[in-house]
C-alpha cells in the first residue's frame, strides 16, 4: 500500500518596530499576493487568515500573535 507524503514549513521571528499582530497578516498577505495566487478561506479579524492555493494545493496560515511577533505556516496537501 502506497502512503501519502506531506510538507509542512513553519516561521516565526520577532519584527523590530512592533506591528499590531493585525497589521502584521495583512502585509504578510499583501507581499504573499504579490507573487502567488491565493484565495483567501477563513478570516475572522484579529484571527489567523487561512488561505488556500488550488493550483499547488497548498494551505498557508498567517497567524500574527501580537505586536512585533510574526507567524506564517503552510502544508501541501499528498504529493
Known amino acids: 500500500m502506497a502512503g501519502s507524503v506531506r510538507r509542512g514549513v513553519m516561521a516565526r521571528a520577532v519584527v523590530l518596530p512592533a506591528v499590531s499582530g493585525y497589521g502584521l497578516n495583512a502585509y504578510l498577505l499583501g507581499k504573499l499576493s504579490s507573487v502567488v495566487s491565493c484565495r483567501?478561506?477563513?478570516?475572522?479579524?484579529?484571527?489567523?487568515?487561512?488561505?488556500?492555493?488550488?493550483?499547488?494545493?497548498?494551505?498557508?496560515?498567517?497567524e500574527s500573535p501580537s505586536s512585533g511577533k510574526y507567524g506564517i505556516r503552510g502544508e501541501t496537501a499528498d504529493l
Open 40 to 62: 483567501i478561506i477563513e478570516y475572522r479579524g484579529n484571527a489567523p487568515i487561512w488561505l488556500a492555493n488550488d493550483e499547488h494545493k497548498t494551505a498557508i496560515i498567517l
